[in-house]
């Protein structure tokens, strides 16, 4: 009775040692093979172009990235504040500032990626010197981007803003027009199908590259490479520390991107980083 007594003994003991064996495998796998899945929002060129160079990165980290691509420049912003995001990529700083300050949002920036250029474009005219009186030129509607276009208006010498304004300049800010130019104001997006109907039209980088224009050869007069309009990752507030955020800014921000967007986009797109 006492043999089989001990017997029984041993054979719980060792049940109990397999069974805490095999728990802490099994976390161990679990945690091994488990995967954080980062959604991030963006217009298609360049940054979508720009992400899809990570997700090898990213996935050898343990983030599985995708990307969901947007034509507009209003609903990537919703739908990171209503945490359909995880982050953004396809504005600059002034832009974010301002929309969250118009919707009350709270939505920040986790760093600057990349510049694109904003430049005028045209398909009647190949020289700044021959715009005709009374010229119809096509900007951005948004209060960022339209005022950003006024002042590359201003520094092409086609006409003046009152002093101080900068790029929150409006419409109303001009005070020297002197060749009485129509300044016409048009979605971010749809800028370039109104080259048909306009004299000129003042057009982000991106957009410009999704209709096939190369900002660098195609365009009449661009903005310096020093333009304080770099593209931004945003978002909600209180995540830029997330792990998968700084493994997401790491990569974004690494020699790897750098060397594709010099060789991709050849100065249409510059690094800020």
């Not at 992400?51 to 990171?80: C, H, M, R, W």
Request: proline share 5%; aromatic share 4%; with cysteine.
């Amino acid at each position: 009775m006492k043999k089989l007594l001990v017997a029984l003994l041993a054979l719980v003991s060792l049940a109990v040692v397999a069974a805490g064996c095999g728990g802490g495998d099994k976390k161990a796998d679990n945690g091994a093979d488990k995967k954080v899945t980062l959604k991030v929002g963006a217009t298609a060129v360049p940054h979508a172009e720009i992400l899809n160079q990570i997700k090898g990165t990213l996935a050898k980290e343990g983030v599985d990235l995708q990307i969901i691509e947007f034509s507009d420049y209003v609903k990537p912003n919703l739908a990171l504040n209503d945490k359909e995001l995880d982050a953004n990529f396809f504005q600059h700083e002034p832009y974010l500032d301002t929309f969250v300050s118009e919707r009350k949002m709270n939505l920040v920036s986790a760093g600057k990626v990349h510049i694109e250029p904003m430049g005028i474009y045209s398909k009647k005219i190949k020289s700044l010197n021959d715009i005709p009186e009374g010229a119809k030129i096509a900007i951005p509607n948004d209060p960022s981007n339209g005022g950003r276009a006024l002042a590359l208006l201003q520094s092409a010498k086609l006409l003046k803003l009152k002093d101080g304004v900068g790029v929150k300049a409006t419409v109303g800010d001009i005070v020297g027009n002197d060749k009485k130019l129509k300044i016409v104001e048009i979605e971010a997006a749809l800028l370039p199908r109104s080259m048909d109907d306009t004299d000129l039209s003042v057009i982000n980088s991106n957009f410009a590259m999704e209709a096939k224009l190369n900002p660098v050869k195609d365009s009449l007069f661009t903005e310096p490479k020093e333009s304080p309009y770099a593209n931004i990752v945003a978002v909600r507030k209180g995540d830029e520390n997330r792990p998968e955020i700084q493994k997401l800014m790491n990569a974004l921000r690494s020699p790897e991107v750098k060397k594709f967007i010099d060789e991709k986009y050849k100065g249409a797109v510059v690094a800020a980083f």
